[in-house]
């Protein structure tokens, strides 16, 4: 009887060892990429441009997904158009932690077809590339988190923390119907251990090596609408007071006079730690921009490119103009919307003050359309930021992976403010004239990047 009983003891050994030897087997990153690309594909083929950023069909696109998985769902719909999407995958803690939160927002900006070189929600592959508004922002990422939430539960990997895919359906417009509306209605599922959202990205030629940025903290986003009234009349007898064009004068003074730039904290170390792997004059000269005497050489051809002019002033975008209402009328009043983006320590009423001196005119008005509000930078010591430097790493060998700052508004700011810590990351290394398509035409992603952020995501998890 012992022999029958040895061989099934080591028949069993030797499957047990087989499907082991089968988890620990490295995923077909390949095949990987192509099944988060089809699906990519699928989910910009939903329109959830914003206004008015229908989000229904895309939660129950999300849904399903998650639903195959395995992975049970909540749908909350405090307006019907505009569903938020809630998956919870269950971690070895239980409710003893709280989860880790994969942030996404459904809804897109606006895309003009007709400026696009293919339909803007086509999600046509072509060329090993996924076409299509949403791919980088942020539909890509979204995509990125479930498939690696899927291969998590394939591989029989569990982290510690619940893993909480939050998809809410209003970012893109201030998020009032969205993260805004959960921080003021459902707080408890603002109470996180940690967040991974949008915010940073890698990008190929920025500075002088590749780097991947990780954001711990965003500029904050203030929208002013600035307005000028006059008296109307004929265009065949034009007056110097008239609205329009004492607007454009205000305007004028204003982007011909930027706030001057300077060096924060979190640039500096960005600057620093890719000044590190650059070596040379050029490395030394990143290394020490605090440095007044470097610093008056390096500013000028900082204020050159459009990221680093963004991570060391405060600036000022002009977005909207309206005025007039037939071509012989010179309206009474013209309004334009500006859209300011100012760093972490900047003061928000300070910054308007300063606005107003500009301006030089005190009949031109200023009303703040959104302010922002303070949040702390997250810290680069919790364990969902180091083991997503350390995934990165070892997925991107060789390039500088930083901490950074967002020079765009993202949810996270609702965490933070609630002492949360938050981190921006899509792990894609791409070109700036990519990253540029971000709210721009003939936005797009390549599938082999696809496949490594998913890599980085899942890398990051299994290690929680």
């Not at 749908?75 to 994969?102: C, E, H, S, T, Y």
């Not at 498939?147 to 923390?161: F, K, S, T």
């Not at 070109?431 to 035409?441: C, N, Q």
């Not at 797009?444 to 980085?456: S, T």
Request: with cysteine; aromatic share 6%; net charge neutral.
């Amino acid at each position: 009887m012992r022999a029958p009983r040895l061989a099934a003891a080591l028949t069993a050994a030797q499957l047990a060892l087989g499907i082991a030897g089968a988890r620990a087997a490295e995923p077909d990153w390949d095949q990987v990429g192509a099944q988060a690309a089809a699906l990519l594909a699928q989910y910009i083929r939903i329109d959830t441009a914003n206004p008015p950023g229908r989000t229904v069909d895309a939660a129950a696109f999300l849904q399903d997904q998650l639903r195959g998985a395995g992975v049970p769902t909540q749908m909350l719909a405090p307006d019907p158009d505009k569903p938020f999407l809630l998956g919870r995958l269950a971690g070895r803690a239980g409710n003893a932690a709280r989860p880790i939160v994969l942030l996404n927002h459904m809804d897109v900006v606006p895309a003009d077809a007709a400026r696009w070189s293919f339909p803007p929600f086509s999600g046509e592959i072509r060329d090993g590339t996924v076409y299509g508004r949403g791919a980088l922002d942020m539909k890509g990422l979204a995509v990125a988190e479930l498939v690696a939430l899927r291969l998590l539960i394939e591989r029989g990997e569990r982290p510690q923390h619940d893993l909480l895919f939050l998809a809410v359906p209003d970012e893109e417009v201030g998020g009032t119907q969205g993260t805004a509306w959960l921080a003021q209605h459902r707080p408890d599922l603002l109470e996180a251990a940690a967040v991974w959202d949008e915010g940073g990205i890698g990008i190929t030629d920025v500075l002088p090596v590749p780097a991947l940025f990780i954001s711990v903290t965003e500029k904050q986003v203030l929208w002013l609408r600035v307005g000028a009234e006059g008296p109307a009349g004929h265009g065949s007898r034009p007056f110097p007071n008239a609205a329009p064009r004492r607007l454009v004068q205000a305007l004028d003074r204003v982007i011909e006079n930027p706030p001057a730039p300077r060096l924060t904290p979190i640039a500096r170390q960005v600057f620093h730690r890719v000044g590190t792997a650059v070596g040379g004059f050029s490395g030394m000269a990143m290394r020490r921009l605090s440095n007044p005497v470097v610093w008056l050489f390096a500013d000028g051809l900082l204020q050159q490119e459009a990221w680093s002019a963004a991570l060391t002033r405060d600036t000022v975008a002009l977005t909207m103009l309206t005025a007039g209402y037939k071509p012989n009328v010179i309206p009474e009043r013209a309004e334009a919307v500006l859209d300011c983006r100012l760093l972490p320590d900047t003061k928000p009423q300070t910054f308007i003050e300063q606005i107003r001196k500009t301006i030089a005119d005190p009949d031109v008005q200023i009303d703040v359309m959104q302010t922002p509000e303070p949040a702390p930078e997250s810290p680069t010591t919790d364990p969902l930021f180091l083991a997503m430097r350390r995934a990165a790493a070892q997925v991107y060998p060789g390039v500088v992976v930083t901490e950074s700052m967002s020079v765009g508004g993202t949810d996270s700011r609702f965490f933070r403010r609630r002492g949360v810590p938050a981190y921006g990351f899509f792990p894609v290394l791409v070109s700036k004239e990519l990253t540029a398509t971000i709210h721009g035409i003939d936005e797009r992603v390549p599938v082999a990047d696809l496949a490594k952020a998913v890599r980085v995501i899942y890398e990051t998890l299994k290690t929680l």
